[in-house]
């Protein structure tokens, strides 16, 4: 964004623009006396040399300014600025006094940025040492020891003129052996925001409070009905327990008067803490999580902190609009995922916090936009862009900065963050030093923006998406002390949006080829989005055959949204292991529904029926599949009398069926049998299953034989049956009307006479009893084994 001070350097109005030069006239016509006295009565190169020796030492000593308080003096207050000195050379100082230094007033943005950059100290620039009276003075400074000093002025006494930012320099002056003379051998500058008065035109300013944190949950859930979820690691845990970083965000921000931007992903994933939850350990393992307690007091306190303010949900999961944009929308499908993240968002943040919040707002990484992401970013539904200063910069040469709402076309108001403010809070604040800086540097970029006109403007600032426990502090710390200023106001995201536009503001949009090669760097590959898309596909073929396909589709469908996360940016590696296990879980859940190995059958006859068994490991049932049973030579066998045959599937959980096919065999040998899932749809399901049936078919000759045989059994006994007719009657013929004697009887059934008739015969024709008889080749015997369902084995028969 250009700012008003980088082009104008004047005050809002023309009478305070004039009281303004005047002042600055007066003052500086004793400064400019003094300066050509000394070029006058100083040797020639004394000056030079005086500025090369401070300039020489001033970073011999580092001086860290721990606090400022108040951070925006007024009338009558007391400037205290506190911190440390250190001796980072080899010689002691001697003589030394710690003092501040007050600089003129700054009348452009840019040069507060300027001075922020210089670590020298320049003489005559960074302005004269204030009354003697208010420094503090050390002996002598040892090497690497830090020595601690507080110093406190009035703020009367520091001659502040008009409305303005001033620099305020820290200095120790001191002297070493080797340059035994008194010279300024460090130096720290920070601001002095001033203006004691309320402003005539205030700016309303915007702050967004980020919820968001990385992905914490896995695909995986299991298999109660409460559908346990599992999450990677415990490290969420650590960041909402007391004195974690979201523990942090939340405790400082309900103080504030703030737009809540929230990921609904991790209010998903800390709701799902309050209850049972697994935690993925090595291999298949999973150990219980503890911290139920921790998570329903994070989500209370939340509730609370959010109860009637602003609420900005994100897409689930906060997806990376600019890698979709530029990588993913070429990958069927991509963009369906974002619809369905934006549509879950709202649902979930009603649910868990009882809010309803806007969803109408984008944010892609960094406020940076070109067109693509522009379009892919109001493709579900937003048509407000949070962008930022440094990506629409202006062109229109206005000489303030202009509200953030811009008008883009087609509906769409991209809402410009301030790339100064946004930004002011990144790097490492862990030091006292370095937050405190960064506070007095914001507050000072937020005046001059103030002092640049007297029109009305809307101000957004849009910081980092995850600010650590550090930078937290500092930005609540400048925000505080911001909202009790003179010259700001806050207000909403929605009313920032809806404010008048500029009319001189730039709308159009940068190209592609000026978006950041740094954050391009950090975008998910094409690859990414490729396997998001076979995830996907495996999914629509996996649901179709469920009984209960929520219980998949939904745990599944939030993993697919947490692949697209703008916090893998930084972090290739790990993004593709995530990829990788959501894939291969949902392979291993498709695995559990399966054809059971066979091994060769064997079919005798013409006819009979195969089994095929489908396994369901699943809790739920399946259905909607079709198993095909494929012949690979129709010409021997035929199944249900076609080359294949069809029949519908339904499976409990934890369950198996056997289906069975009817066959036909034409010819003897080996014949190629391939049994496949089918969903309704004609896709295939899971891996076929392929065996061979031996055909052992009876042939008309064989039949002709065998009846041959079944005949002379038949003849065989109708003659045996008439000699025993026979001789029967014989016996009785003999015996006569008054029955046998004893003694003839005797000798009849004698060893030397045949017990029976029908045994005379078996021995008069050879043949052995029935009792002794063995087994005869043409004795039938069956032709098929008992039905099993379990898998077949080697030589296994098939009922026909």
Known sequence: MAEAADFQGTCPSPARRWLRRTGALLAGAPLLAGLLQMSVAAPAGATEQTSARAASGSQTVSVSVDTLTPGIPTDGDTLTVSGTVTNNGKQAVTDAHVG????????????????????????????????????????????????????????????????????????LSGQTSAQPWDQVLGIQRTFLPWQPDDADTKTKTTYLWPLVSTVHMTA??????????????????????????????????????????????????????TRSYKIQGDGDTTTTGTHQAVAKAWLAALQSAVAGKEVVALPFADPDLASLAHNGTSVTGSLSHLKDATDVAATTVETVLHVTPTTDFAWPVSGAVDPSIIKVATSAGADKVIARSDSLQETGGL???????????????????????????????????AATLAEQQFLAQSLALDLQTDKQRSVVVAPQRMPTASQAQAMAEALTTLQGSTWTESQDLAAAAKAKPDPGATTKIPSSSRYPSSLRKQELPRSAFEEIATTQDKLDNFQVILSNESRVVTPFGRAMNREMSTSWRGMAGEAENFR??????????????????????????RSATIPVTVQNNLVQGVGHLILRLTSTN???????????????????????????????????????VVAQLYTEDGQQYGQAVRFDVKVTEVTATVMLVIGGGVLLLVLAGFRMYTHRKRAVARQAKEEGPEG??????????GPGSPEDPQDRLKEESGTPSRADDPEQPSDPTPDTAPESADPSGTGERVDR
């Open 740 to 749: 046998p004697d004893d003694g003839a009887a005797e000798d009849r059934d």
């Open 220 to 273: 995986q859930t299991g298999s109660n009905e409460q559908q346990t979820p599992v999450f990677l690691n415990d490290d969420l845990a650590k960041e909402i327990a007391p004195g974690g970083r979201l523990d942090q965000m939340l405790s400082l921000g309900k103080d504030l008067d703030v737009t809540w931007v929230i990921d609904p992903d991790l209010l998903a994933s800390v709701d799902a803490m």
């Open 399 to 433: 000489p303030y900065t202009p509200s953030a709402a811009r008008p883009i076309g087609g509906g769409t108001t991209a809402v410009v963050a301030d790339a100064r403010l946004s930004t002011a809070f990144e790097g490492d604040l862990t030091k006292a030093g």
């Open 100 to 171: 501040l230094r007050l600089g003129q007033a700054l009348s452009t943005r840019s040069a507060i940025d300027s001075v922020a950059q210089r670590t020298d100290f320049v003489q005559g620039v960074d302005g004269s040492e204030i009354d003697d009276k208010y420094t503090q003075k050390f002996s002598k400074l040892t090497p690497g020891v830090a020595e601690p000093f507080t110093l406190s002025v009035p703020v009367d006494k520091l001659d502040l003129g008009d409305d303005g930012v001033y620099p305020l320099g820290v200095s």
């Open 580 to 605: 990788q296990s959501v894939l291969g879980y949902l392979d291993d859940l498709t695995d559990q529904v399966k054809l059971i190995d066979k091994s060769e059958t064997k079919l005798s006859g």
């Open 634 to 672: 129709p010409t021997r066998l035929k199944i249900g009398g076609e080359a294949y045959a069809e029949q519908r599937v339904t499976v409990n959980g934890g369950h198996s069926q056997s289906i069975k096919f009817t066959t036909t065999a034409n010819a003897n040998g080996k014949v190629g």
